[in-house]
């Protein structure tokens, strides 16, 4: 068809439906099934390849299990992104010298002042909300080295469900997250020395290129200012609610030694942990400003439209 296909435009509510059918046809369950065995997550096989980019492109991510003998390491993280297309590297505050960050508890210093490196729960977010427009985080690998003796499960739910619930819920409510001037996030300041501007944006926002959704959301209450708009305050209470209910469009994974999540930047958050003898939490993360290759809306809609 020559027009073309704009799912997430609030006024073209035909090809919302469309893609609604299409994106609940056959949508996981639970989260087994995101999981695709793999012997190296470094060197995929066709078919390895061929089952990752399918949950991705229903569910936008899927967890790989190493079944192979050989320990991942950072290449290994790299490579297996590589394959997907995810290839530029955000640069972040606290990475290692090769912008893929160790996550682990660090017992004192300045990186401390950040949840991701305690053993505190990390409240739901999407990655790099804070970041430069042109800067936003589409795609992530995040591995685990170690599991942590105890707790340390993700939740993650994928942006375009929770696009969906709310859209089924109220369009207004969708459309309000789509203003430029949604949310904004405070600069980020350290000892008097702004380290990062603030971020203003839309919650949901479509790429020119691909037709894609993007989500910026943290469910954080402080350091955060939102439009002050009715639908606006009503589409973050719903957000909410939903996150912290026990929807069935959530799933909850523990991951373990050999096993990560290569995803679209989905929301996603932490339970508690605690390490214990050699059980101490290490994964290693990577984020990327490009979205996962073969994931985009204009492909996994042809033929929709
Ligand atoms: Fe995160």
């Known amino acids: 068809m020559s027009y073309p296909f704009k799912p997430f435009d ?29 012997t190296d997550p470094a060197e ?19 967890i790989y299990r190493t079944t192979g003998t050989r320990a991942a390491d950072k290449h290994a993280v790299r490579a297996l992104g590589r394959r997907f297309g995810l290839e ?28 991701p490196y305690t053993d505190n729960a990390i409240n739901w977010h999407t990655d790099g909300y804070y970041n430069r427009p042109q800067e936003q985080v589409r795609g992530i690998v995040m591995h685990c080295v170690r599991p942590a003796a105890g707790g340390g ?14 859209r089924d819920e ?3 409510w969708a459309a309000a997250l789509m203003q430029p001037d949604a949310m904004t996030i405070p600069a980020n300041i350290e000892d008097g020395v702004e380290i990062r501007p603030a971020q203003t944006g839309p919650v949901f926002s479509v790429e020119n290129d691909t037709g894609s959704l993007h989500m910026r959301y943290t469910t954080r209450t402080r350091s955060i200012v939102w439009k002050d708009d009715r639908n606006i305050r009503l589409a973050v209470g ?13 799933f909850r994974y523990r991951l373990q030694a050999g096993e990560g999540i290569i995803c679209n930047n989905v929301l996603h958050g932490r339970e508690a942990f605690e390490d214990a003898g050699d059980a101490t939490r290490l994964l290693y993360r990577a984020r990327y400003h490009d979205r996962m290759k073969g994931t985009e809306m204009t ?6 439209q």
């Open 10 to 38: 609030i006024s073209r509510s035909a090809d919302y439906r469309r893609w609604r059918e299409h994106k609940l046809a056959d949508y996981p369950q639970q989260a087994a099934q995101l999981v695709v065995p793999v």
């Open 44 to 62: 995929l096989d066709a078919h390895e390849a061929a089952a990752v980019l399918a949950c991705c492109r229903k569910a936008n991510m899927a």
């Open 88 to 115: 530029r590297l955000d640069m972040n505050l606290r990475a290692d010298e090769d912008s893929i960050t160790s996550l682990r508890v660090v017992p004192a210093g300045v990186a401390t002042h950040y949840i």
């Open 153 to 166: 499960g993700n939740l993650l739910m994928d942006p375009e469900m929770v696009y969906l619930l709310l």
């Open 170 to 172: 109220n369009p207004d």
């Open 238 to 250: 719903f957000i909410r609610e939903l996150l912290d209910s026990e929807s069935p469009w959530i």
């Open 299 to 304: 492909t996994v809609t042809d033929g929709l």
